[in-house]
Nanobody, 114 residues
């Protein structure tokens, strides 16, 4: 069975940092494009960061310079380092894997509040 399990979310003050993790199982991880999406209340799910099998990365303009996506193929894990958090970063963050099929994690809540 394919499984993506996110962790690392929580309540953080503005300016703080978090590192989200997504552990994948049941897929040939190194072949997959991995991404982080987020969804705030009332909004559509949006792509915030993506990392390809080559290691190339792209970011949404709203997070560029603050978020860093990385992957450890030996651990079948993708990470999202989030720095300088803003209240508008508050959302459920979802891990996504795409290659022959697309898979989603259950999400982890990130709340940025003063």
């Amino acid at each position: 069975q394919v499984q993506l399990v996110e962790s690392g979310g929580g309540l953080v003050q503005p300016g703080g940092s978090l590192r989200l993790s997504c552990a994948a199982s049941g897929i040939m991880f190194r072949m997959y494009t991995m991404a982080w999406y987020r969804q705030a209340p009332g909004n559509q799910r949006e792509l915030v960061a993506i990392i390809y099998s080559s290691g190339s990365r792209n970011y949404a303009d709203s997070v560029k310079g603050r978020f860093t996506i990385s992957r450890d193929n030996a651990k079948n894990t993708v990470y999202l380092q989030i720095n300088s958090l803003k209240p508008e970063d508050t959302a459920v963050y979802y891990c996504n894997a795409m290659w022959t099929k697309t898979y989603w994690g259950q999400g982890t809540q990130v709340t940025v509040s003063s």
